[in-house]
């Protein structure tokens, strides 16, 4: 992939970041415990795949892109 490609998803993939947070923020509103840990199960799953399986690999091609440097 590109350096351009590569930049352009990163920031895109970081972007989402916010959105997931306000997301987890109202589960929290989630009276019932089991129904928050779904959903709270389902938001860390969605974060894990999006850092596993697009952050992590373009970062290992282009390790001047990774966001937590």
């Known amino acids: 992939m590109d350096a351009a490609t590569a930049q352009k998803l990163i920031a ?5 970041d916010k959105t997931i947070g306000a997301i987890l923020d109202e589960v929290e509103n989630i009276s ?3 129904e928050r840990t779904c959903y709270k199960r389902a938001i860390e799953d969605i974060m894990g795949f999006i850092a596993r ?3 992590f690999p373009i970062v290992d091609q282009h390790p001047q892109l990774d ?3």
């Open 12 to 16: 895109l993939a970081i972007s989402i």
């Open 67 to 69: 966001p937590d440097k």
């Open 53 to 55: 399986d697009l952050i």
């Open 32 to 34: 019932d415990d089991q």
